[in-house]
């Protein structure tokens, strides 16, 4: 079996994304007690786990939306303090959220760049004007480079359906991360077909350049885009192996904590 | 590189008919703003075509028409903003009431201390803006720092800021007495031939459209009213922009209260207990989204024309203006009616 909890001290090429040994509680609530993972710059990891594992929270560690009782977190090799989502986008870090982050009223070239607008140049732009033009460009730019169609940026993205939804906010979370994009189950909402297509923008984003996390309960489909699979269990990392290792019979049997007790 | 992991292009073609782009023209005739606007232009043949000599539509009445409107544009304008943004604020009437006891007194103040006429005056403005942007600011922290529902924190404060004007009137005894060219220099003057206050709060409105259009604070406001939990994880600020959008429109009220004691001479403290509903229904009637997430400014100026106009008429073709109460309810759930029902997809 491979049950190989594996430590993160290593960084000889520098994480994307990490963390060592993070512990995270709410009153009596403990969520993480001694979670750890590594993304390497390139690399996609999956975060697997029961439900009320802990995967949601340890996410929200790495984006600054909760700051850690213990431990440490890691954002391109360098130990960091994250006070807010602000700090981690600061750094390279993204999201793409569970229930799309988008605000449906909106296009999608206004929600690709909600808190990052282009104003325009000179005294327009004096007066937060905002430079249109650029911003749909880029996103378009932005869009083809992953190979996202969509019929029109400009119409609010209530219109799209949920893949093109979900495609918007994947090149959204790309567009403002240099370091890594996370993702919480970003397949759940989708049909089949829509979740090959966010599993091929998960490796055109890794192609990238980028270290790609994330959160998913389709096994088959972890085991097949991930490099490596992390395994929580009650707030504890209990796997950290090479996707190429592992079946989803290990995997399930790993997340329920089955392996735990034999070990 | 990427062409060895080139994505299936998202052809769907059942679903993605919906989010078609729209021709010019189909966006027009889509704005519930072009339809009320067409059924001004209606009122305006009808009341026009049944008065006597066709006196509604004559230019001394133009002008009354665009007096009263100030005010209640600027209100509206200001609760757009926060619908826009998913909050309400039902202390608006309140706030003008106050802002212009506020003024009144501090020009009566400054009148008997023997200041001079400009400086009074422009002492008023500052203290209406002044209060107004205060009470603001005070429905903003409740609503943004402490969570209080806006419906209920506002209605609380319509109740906190009236009783308080009129503790500070002796029991609501309207202030006077203030240098009448406030009201020659202002309130009555013209500009080209348009009232100086409906020139005033048409240009506040458009700077707000421009705002919405064009700006990042346009674009956040939406955002926040569209999906407040996006615009938080996105790492906009949105407890400070909601605070500041209810110091903006409180800031709208305390001009409105200048407005008012330019236009009358005197305080009218008990002629705005529904000025804050009416806002609320020229804003939605217009196609302000109450839900949050979408607003039209220029919805908002023809839903306040609408109120107005059908007021104004009424009187001078000798109906009561009670049925201009029924008429824009009326009017309002017809609106809406109208959109849940086309919006409603099978
Ligand atoms: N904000 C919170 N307050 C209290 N308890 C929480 C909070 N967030 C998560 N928890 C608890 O922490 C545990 C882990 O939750 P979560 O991270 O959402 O797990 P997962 O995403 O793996 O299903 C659960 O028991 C959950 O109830
Ligand atoms: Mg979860």
Same mark, same amino acid.
């Given at each position: ?43 996609? @990891? ?35 303090? &994250?006070?807010? @989502? !602000? ?18 009223? &909106? ?100 192609? !990238?350049?980028?270290?790609? &996390? #994330? ?13 490596? #699979? ?34 | 590189?990427?062409? /060895?992991?080139?994505?299936?292009? +998202? ?11 729209? /021709?010019?023209?189909?966006?027009? +005739? ?27 539509? *004559? ?5 009354? %028409?665009? $007096? ?38 501090? +020009?009566?103040? +400054? =009148? ?38 806006? %419906? ?50 048409? /240009? ?5 459209? =421009? ?24 790492? $906009? ?9 209810? =110091? ?51 919805? /908002? ?18 109906? *009561? ?10 009017? %309002?759930? =017809? ?12």
């Amino acid at each position: 079996m491979t049950t190989r909890t594996r430590g993160v001290a290593s960084q000889d090429p520098p994480l994307a994304i990490g963390a060592e040994h993070v512990a995270k509680s709410f009153g009596h609530v403990t969520a993480l007690r001694d979670a750890s993972i590594a993304v390497r710059p390139g690399e996609i @990891v999956a975060l697997c786990g029961d439900n009320g594992a802990g995967k949601s929270t340890f996410l929200r560690v790495l984006q600054g939306i909760y700051r850690p009782d213990a431990g440490r977190v890691i954002i391109g090799g360098q130990e960091v303090d &994250l006070t807010s @989502v !602000r700090d981690a986008q600061a750094l390279g870090v993204d999201t793409v959220h569970q229930d799309l982050a988008l605000a449906p009223d &909106l296009s999608t070239v206004d929600n690709i760049f909600l808190g990052h607008e282009i104003r325009r140049r000179g005294v327009l732009g004096g007066f937060g004007i905002l430079d249109r033009a650029e911003m749909a460009e880029r996103a378009d730019a932005a869009l083809k480079e992953l190979s996202i169609a969509l019929p029109s940026l400009t119409v609010p993205v209530r219109e799209l359906s949920g893949g093109q939804r979900q495609a918007v906010a994947i090149a959204r979370a790309v567009m403002w991360s240099s370091k890594a994009v996370l993702m919480d189950e970003p397949t759940a909402a989708l049909a089949a077909r829509q979740s090959r297509i966010v599993c091929d923008l998960m490796r055109s984003v890794a192609d !990238r350049g980028l270290g790609v &996390l #994330v959160v998913s309960h389709d096994l088959p489909a972890v085991l097949e885009v991930a490099h490596r #699979v992390v395994v929580l269990w009650r707030g504890k990392t209990v796997l950290d192996a090479p996707a190429a290792d592992l079946t989803v019979p290990d995997l399930v049997a790993t997340m329920v904590g089955h392996v735990k007790e034999a070990a | 590189m990427s062409d /060895t992991k080139a994505v299936p292009v +998202m052809a769907e073609p059942e679903t993605d008919d919906r989010a078609r782009q729209r /021709t010019p023209l189909q966006r027009l +005739m889509g704005a519930r703003a072009t339809w009320i606007f067409l059924l001004d232009i209606a009122l305006i043949a009808l009341f026009t075509a049944l008065s006597r000599e066709g006196v509604f539509l *004559s230019w001394l009445n133009t002008k009354a %028409l665009l $007096l009263s409107g100030a005010e209640a544009l600027l209100l509206a304008v200001g609760l757009a903003m926060l619908l826009g943004a998913g909050k309400f604020d039902l202390s608006l009437g309140a706030n003008l009431v106050m802002s212009s006891v506020m003024a009144a007194l501090a +020009m009566v103040a +400054m =009148v008997g201390a023997g200041a001079g006429v400009g400086v009074t005056i422009l002492a008023g403005l500052v203290v209406c803006l002044g209060t107004g942007a205060m009470i603001g600011a005070l429905n903003g922290m409740l609503v943004a720092v402490f969570g209080i529902n806006s %419906l209920i924190a506002t209605l609380g404060m319509l109740g906190v800021i009236t009783g308080f004007a009129l503790v500070a009137t002796g029991n609501g005894q309207d202030v006077t007495g203030f240098p009448h060219q406030l009201q020659s220099g202002f309130g009555l003057r013209t500009i080209g031939g348009i009232p100086a206050p409906a020139l005033l709060a048409l /240009t506040v409105a458009l700077a707000m459209w =421009v705002v919405i259009r064009f700006t990042a604070f346009g674009r956040h406001t939406l955002a926040i009213g569209s999906a407040p939990l996006a615009a938080e994880r996105v790492g $906009l600020r949105v407890t400070r922009h909601v605070m500041s959008l209810f =110091v903006l429109a409180g800031m709208l009220a305390g001009l409105a209260g200048f407005i008012d004691i330019a236009h009358y001479q005197t305080t009218v403290i008990n002629g705005h207990n529904n000025a804050a509903l009416q806002a609320v229904a020229a804003a939605v009637i217009g196609g302000t989204a109450l839900e949050g997430g979408r607003i039209s400014i220029m919805g /908002t100026i023809w839903g306040v024309a609408l109120a107005v106009i059908l007021q104004n008429g009424l009187v001078i073709i000798g109906v *009561s203006s009670a049925y201009q109460l029924m008429a824009v309810g009326a009017v %309002l759930i =017809v609106a809406v009616g109208l959109d849940r029902m086309s919006s409603r997809r099978p």
